[in-house]
Structure formats: structure tokens, C-alpha cells
């Protein structure tokens, strides 16, 4: 079991440290896995991210304790994961398409009632940090690369499982 504390999310407990560190970062991996795709990160979409987050922490859903923990200096942790992949979305993509994959490891092992809303909440994510910047003129339009991920394919929908 963890022996980090996740005081606030009483659904990590039967996390391991790693698993809880994983559910945490997944936000994260999403947004530089879809503002990345393109091979561009933009101020736009790490802005849309942190709005997605900042809205999530104040709801009242079940996903508000996790969010208060992720999206405290949500900014430095995006700049500080960004830093640990490859420069090249060529090398940093399959890495994070793997570590995503691991979410699917974990459906068990969470409250179905959050592992529901969580995976809803990356696939909002996803979309709207792909729908955020970019396009002619200013008008917000998706790559096709950030199509290919903001679909998020590599996670299996808890709820089916």
C-alpha cells in the first residue's frame, strides 16, 4: 500500500506510490501528449489546461480533492515534466502513450465512481487543450496529429471494462 499520503483523495488507498504519482501526473501527460502532437507546445493550450484544472478543483464533483492537490502549481509541474521527455514529439510521444497506457492497469483498483468521472475528465481535457490554439486567423481548429491523440485510444474507458 501507498506511504505517501493522498490525504485529500481517500480513493488512492489502494494505490501504490507509483500508481498515485501516475494518476496525478495522467492530466499532465495528457496535455503535453495532445499540445504537443503537432510538434509545438503552445502557451495557448498549457493556459486552456490549467483553466480545465482550475474549474475542476473548485466543482464539487468527485473529482475536487484530486484536483486541489494536481492543481496546486499546476504551470511549474507542466514545465517540469516537459523538461524530463525528449524534445522531439517523435521521441516524447510513445513514451507518454506508454506511461498512459498504465492507467488501464489501475481501473480495478479505483472507486468505480472516480475512475468514471477521472476518465471523463482526461477526455475533456484532451479536447479542449486540442480545440484551444491553432487555425487561420486565430480560429481554434484541430491538427489531425492532435486529433489522433486528444482521442486518447491508448486509455480503455473504465466503465466498459
Same mark, same amino acid.
Given at each position: 500500500?501507498?506511504?505517501?499520503?493522498?490525504?485529500?483523495?481517500?480513493?488512492?488507498?489502494?494505490?501504490?506510490?507509483?500508481?498515485?504519482?501516475?494518476?496525478?501526473?495522467?492530466?499532465?501527460?495528457?496535455?503535453?501528449?495532445?499540445?504537443?502532437?503537432?510538434?509545438?507546445?503552445?502557451?495557448?493550450?498549457?493556459?486552456?489546461?490549467?483553466?480545465?484544472?482550475?474549474?475542476?478543483?473548485?466543482?464539487?464533483?468527485?473529482?475536487?480533492?484530486?484536483?486541489?492537490?494536481?492543481?496546486?502549481?499546476?504551470?511549474?509541474?507542466?514545465?517540469?515534466?516537459?523538461?524530463?521527455?525528449?524534445?522531439?514529439?517523435?521521441?516524447?510521444?510513445?513514451?507518454?502513450?506508454?506511461?498512459?497506457? +498504465?492507467?488501464?492497469? @489501475? *481501473?480495478?483498483?479505483?472507486?468505480? #465512481?472516480?475512475?468514471? !468521472?477521472? $476518465?471523463?475528465? &482526461?477526455?475533456?481535457?484532451?479536447?479542449?487543450?486540442?480545440? +484551444?490554439?491553432?487555425? @487561420? *486567423?486565430?480560429?481554434?481548429?484541430? #491538427?489531425?496529429?492532435? !486529433?489522433? $491523440?486528444?482521442? &486518447?485510444?491508448?486509455?480503455?474507458?473504465?466503465?466498459?471494462?
Amino acid at each position: 500500500m501507498s506511504t505517501l499520503t493522498f490525504p485529500m483523495i481517500p480513493q488512492f488507498d489502494k494505490l501504490t506510490d507509483a500508481e498515485g504519482e501516475l494518476i496525478l501526473r495522467a492530466p499532465i501527460l495528457v496535455c503535453i501528449l495532445v499540445a504537443g502532437a503537432d510538434g509545438h507546445i503552445d502557451r495557448k493550450e498549457i493556459k486552456e489546461a490549467m483553466a480545465v484544472a482550475r474549474k475542476q478543483k473548485e466543482s464539487a464533483s468527485v473529482l475536487s480533492g484530486f484536483f486541489t492537490i494536481m492543481a496546486e502549481d499546476f504551470e511549474d509541474k507542466i514545465k517540469i515534466l516537459i523538461q524530463s521527455y525528449p524534445y522531439e514529439s517523435t521521441q516524447r510521444t510513445p513514451l507518454i502513450v506508454e506511461e498512459l497506457q +498504465s492507467l488501464n492497469q @489501475l *481501473w480495478p483498483k479505483l472507486d468505480r #465512481t472516480f475512475a468514471d !468521472a477521472y $476518465y471523463k475528465m &482526461l477526455k475533456n481535457l484532451a479536447s479542449r487543450i486540442a480545440s +484551444s490554439s491553432g487555425g @487561420l *486567423w486565430g480560429i481554434k481548429t484541430v #491538427t489531425p496529429e492532435e !486529433a489522433r $491523440y486528444a482521442a &486518447l485510444s491508448m486509455i480503455r474507458d473504465p466503465g466498459a471494462i
